[in-house]
């Protein structure tokens, strides 16, 4: 504090005044790196909305190929165009690649398009797009800071970029933001701080004059004063009123000229009167000498004060030099005296000439400058120019202008602060047409886009999609709060809002209300969002209604039948899976009831698959209608059902069960116009008594209710342990019998017909034999119905018949006489609608004559379907080939349909045969069919003939043809052709 009071009141100024400059240059600083700061998260927000607009972009385009306008390729092809042509900011852009990783779309770069990304380094040697690929793949996207050209330049420089997964088409969308952007846009906060900096200029100008007036001026004067003296001039005064060191020296000069001059003129007094003594005395040498002291010392200060304003002026061009903003001083003419380093960049070296020669503006011209206003009024202007340089050029510059005046209030001089704004301009219009594209891509999306604000809950603005989707007009939608929309209530809804606006939660589902009062599913992605200064919430709305609802449809099929309603297998398992758990903890015991419809194939062939499904459904009405609410009922498939019975007393409680559904499908049920009949046969397995595993459960169960059908169906059968080895043992013969053809095992043996009366053998019938590896020869009763059950039937039928045929051809050719090759068909295999076609094709490849073939079929199968028999068989006799009816008298034949059959034979089943002569039934059935046959002008053959009684007897009732082991037992083509060379046929 002491050495500031021995400061003269120049030093205190300047150095008052270097101090109060500085702290304003050390906060500015400080500010301007925290509102950097603050600039580069803004940014990174504002990229990572691009991109998720950009990832919303490919949504709606992968939603055009679910909904089936567009291929994937199409929908593919277009995002890329569309997000090819997006720019924003200082010309970033969107990139697309996929997971591979090769690029797709870089419309800066396009010799990286289809190009492998592994070895694309930046210039730090990242391996970069590898780097974003695993960001994107491991956490669905984030930023990533890395070094790359700009658009337009070769030099990388700092960059951070945001990417996202899009994981429908495995691709990764990316866009990103230069730092150096940042620098530019701080051009924009300088600039508001532009009056604190002129007025601190302002200052240091101010600075600058009152030192000049009051240091540099007064001492001009006092050496213009020492030159008068010097040259005699004696009555020259500062005439200086300052309360100061310069004005008490001033005062000191003044009393040293009067005392001068009055010792002067009274040496001349004296020197005129003679009076010579006056210079001995010392009269003058005496005051000369203090003055020439007083001179000195006032020479010494002068020289101080005048090297103080020297360096308070280059400190003063210092600051100036560090400003980043040109600084001109005029004078009040318009004549520029002072330019710092900044100004002499932009503009040259002007000093000396006036402004309206130095520069050449596009716009107002000089009288209407800011110059000339300042000027005017004294006032501070700001005005925006255009400069054209000679070179043709053009420059956007932002001018302050502010007039330095005096103690009266005159203008002493103007400083005017220069800030070139090309590149804020050039920003600006990029950020324009940022928004601009943002705004299309906001009114062109197809998907729903609302703006929300998150704090009062109000609609901000939407989308045209968005008044599509909710019935309103733009005006009417954001006229509402989202809580007119969401089903939840306001405070609901605010506290999802501020989730998401906090970044908590991204994606929300909700129910959305429209105008027309229906609600719809939605799943809505939003996030904060910056627009127009204010903070504010985006949100993409998705309509899942139709996707939910299919999702809860294929959710309640995975576990019912779709055609009934109830639970399906999976469903039965999981129930029966909990059923046994509770067993195990409580010891309860329970049932599984297998319950499968007999006969209902021949009800859905007959009548029609339609009303096979009603009766099925009939049939799901009534079993539900007799269970507990704690039971299940399930239907895995075809004719069957599954019951689950819980929490049972004893066993006789499943069994009373089992008989009120036999009792109540005993009913008759209504098809339209319809009444059908029909049982069931029910296989019973009990829990833990019989099993503890599901899958063992209703095996046991499914073993026992074939057995109830093996019992003559319209039954319940308990499982019983036999029954499960004889369900094991059907099913590896079922598994074998599927690979004996292609093993070889399956072979034909012949047996013959016979002329009643002649007993000449004229014809044969083929037999299926089965010579099992490790069973040996299986009976066709017991291969047979499993070939029907499984569908093999068909195959095994057409190489009875093919092989038959050509047996049959290879005995013609060897000379005997022609034989009638009798061949069964099965009743699968005569439903084929190629069946026809099926004998047609062995015929011709065979060669063997149509004349000699008889198809057997029974009376069970041509009754199915009559009207389709009558038209099958009516093909096959219009080619030649006999029919005839097998098995006939164990069936229920109309005898009226049987009229409009065109078959050739009746064939009398073997169980009417095996008791004659004894049993007169069988006697008076075997007359009754004899009769019928002639009666009908039939041919009669019947099998299982094995004694001479029966053939004398047969004879004389009249049939025509024997057949059985009487006259030879089936036996294979070799033995039988010697045994037609031995008997000489």
């Known amino acids: 504090m002491q050495a500031l009071k021995n400061l003269s009141l120049a030093q205190r100024i300047y150095r008052l005044s270097a101090t109060v400059g500085l702290a304003f240059l050390l906060l500015g600083g400080w500010l301007l790196l925290q509102y950097r700061s603050s600039l580069i998260e803004a940014r990174k927000q504002e990229v990572r909305t691009l991109v998720e607009a950009g990832w919303q972009l490919l949504e709606s385009q992968a939603r055009l190929v679910t909904d089936g306008p567009l291929t994937v390729e199409e929908a593919q092809s277009r995002a890329l165009h569309i997000l090819r042509s997006q720019r924003f900011d200082n010309g970033n852009y969107y990139w697309v690649s996929d997971t591979a990783p090769r690029m797709l779309m870089h419309p800066e770069q396009s010799l990286l398009e289809g190009a492998a990304l592994d070895r694309v380094r930046d210039a730090d040697g990242r391996q970069l797009f590898l780097e974003m690929n695993r960001l994107a793949l491991s956490e669905g996207g984030g930023f990533v800071s890395y070094r790359w050209p700009q658009p337009g330049g070769t030099a990388p420089v700092d ?19 230069y730092l150096d952007d940042i620098d530019r846009m701080l051009a924009r906060v300088v600039a508001s701080s532009g009056i604190i900096v002129l007025l601190v200029l302002g200052g240091a100008i101010m600075l600058i004059v009152q030192v000049t007036r009051s240091i540099a001026a007064p001492m001009g004067k006092a050496v213009q004063m020492i030159e008068a003296l010097e040259r005699g001039e004696l009555d020259h005064r500062l005439n200086l009123y300052q309360n100061d060191e310069i004005g008490r020296l001033a005062k000191v000069m003044d009393a040293f000229a009067d005392n001068l001059q009055h010792e002067i003129l009274t040496a001349f007094d004296h020197l005129s009167k003679g009076d010579f003594s006056f210079a001995a005395t010392g009269l003058i040498r005496e005051p000369l000498a203090r003055t020439n002291a007083r001179l000195n010392h006032l020479v010494a200060r002068l020289e101080t004060a005048i090297g103080q304003e020297r360096e308070a002026k280059a400190k003063t061009d210092a600051i100036l030099a560090a400003i980043g903003d040109g600084v001109t001083i005029l004078d009040p003419e318009k004549r520029i005296i002072y330019q710092n380093s900044s100004q002499r960049a932009l503009l040259g070296d002007q000093v000396g000439q006036y402004c309206f ?74 950020l324009k047409q940022s928004e601009a594209r943002y705004a299309s891509l906001f009114e062109h999306n197809t998907s729903v886009m609302l703006v929300i604000d998150h704090a009062s809950g109000a609609v901000v603005d939407a989308n045209p999609a968005a008044c599509r989707f909710y019935g309103y007009s733009r005006q009417e939608l954001t006229a509402l709060q989202i809580s007119d929309i969401n089903t939840l209530s306001r405070d609901e809804a605010l506290r999802e809002m501020a989730a998401a606006k906090a970044e ?7 129910r959305h209300r429209l105008a027309s009062g229906e609600t719809r599913d939605v ?23 139709d996707r939910l609802r299919a999702e809860e449809r294929v959710q309640y099929l995975a576990f019912h039948d779709p055609l009934t309603g109830l639970a399906n297998r999976t469903l039965l398992s999981d129930r029966l899976e909990r059923a046994l758990a509770h067993s195990r903890r409580h010891g309860e015991c329970g049932a599984l009831c297998f319950l499968d419809v007999d006969r209902f194939k021949t009800i859905n062939d007959s009548l029609g698959h339609q009303a096979g499904d009603q009766l099925l459904q009939r049939v799901a009405e009534r079993l539900q209608s007799l269970l507990r609410d704690s039971d299940t009922l399930s239907r895995p498939g075809g004719d069957e059902f599954i019951l689950l019975l819980q929490n049972l007393d004893d066993p006789d409680h499943a069994a009373r069960v089992a008989e009120r559904i036999l009792g109540s499908l005993g009913h008759p049920i209504k098809l339209g116009d319809r009444e059908v009949y029909i049982s069931c046969s029910i296989g019973i397995s009990l829990y833990p008594a019989d099993s503890m595993d599901v899958d063992t459960l209703i095996q046991n169960a499914d073993a026992a209710m074939y057995h109830a059908k093996g019992q003559g169906r319209n039954n319940y059968q308990f499982f019983q342990a036999a029954m499960t080895a004889k369900a094991q043992e059907r099913l590896h013969l079922e598994n074998d019998l599927r690979h004996a053809l292609d093993r070889g095992e399956m072979q034909l043996h012949y047996q013959p017909q016979v002329e009643a009366a002649t007993r000449k053998v004229v014809g044969v019938e083929a037999l299926l034999r089965w010579h099992h590896p490790r069973l040996g020869m299986v009976s066709p009763a017991q291969f047979i119905p499993v070939a029907e059950e499984t569908g093999q039937i068909i195959r095994l039928g057409e190489w009875v018949l093919f092989t038959a045929c050509t047996q049959a051809k290879l005995w013609r050719d060897a000379g005997l006489p022609p034989l009638r090759m009798a061949v069964n068909v099965s009743g699968k295999q005569f439903r084929q609608q190629d069946f026809v076609a099926t004998v047609d094709r062995v015929l011709a490849e065979t060669g063997f004559d149509p004349g000699c073939l008889e198809l057997e079929v029974t009376e069970s199968v041509i009754m199915e379907d009559v009207q389709e028999t009558i038209q099958t068989l009516n093909n096959l006799k219009a080619r030649g080939i006999r029919l005839s009816i097998d098995d006939f008298g164990t069936g229920y034949s109309s005898l009226s349909y049987l009229r409009q059959f065109p078959i050739d034979r009746l064939k009398i089943d073997r169980s009417f045969v095996s008791h004659l002569p004894g049993s007169e039934d069988d006697e008076a059935i075997v007359n009754a069919i004899i009769g019928l046959a002639a009666t009908l002008h039939l041919e009669v053959i019947a099998e299982g003939v094995e004694t001479d009684e029966q053939v004398r007897l047969l004879t004389s009732w009249g049939c025509q043809k024997l057949q059985g082991y009487f006259f030879g037992k089936p036996l294979p083509a070799e033995a039988l052709s010697e045994m037609f060379e031995m008997a000489g046929a």
Do not use: N
């Open 159 to 177: 960059k951070t970029s945001y990417v996202m997964l899009f994981p429908e088409w495995h691709w990764v969308i990316g866009a990103g933001y």
């Open 357 to 430: 020669q130095a520069r050449r503006y596009l716009g107002p011209d000089c009288d209407s400058c800011a110059l000339t206003a300042a000027l005017a009024d004294g006032q501070v202007h700001r005005q925006e120019k255009i400069l054209q340089f000679r070179e043709g050029a053009e420059c956007h510059l932002e001018t302050t202008v502010a007039p330095v005046k005096g103690e009266l209030g005159q203008i002493l001089a103007l400083v005017e602060v220069t800030r070139d704004q090309t590149e804020r301009r050039t920003a600006e219009q990029r």
């Open 504 to 510: 908590q939660r991204r994606h929300f589902r909700f």
């Open 523 to 545: 799943e809505v992605f939003s996030g904060p969002v910056e627009l127009e200064g204010r903070s504010l919430l985006y949100s993409l709305v998705f309509d899942v209604t």
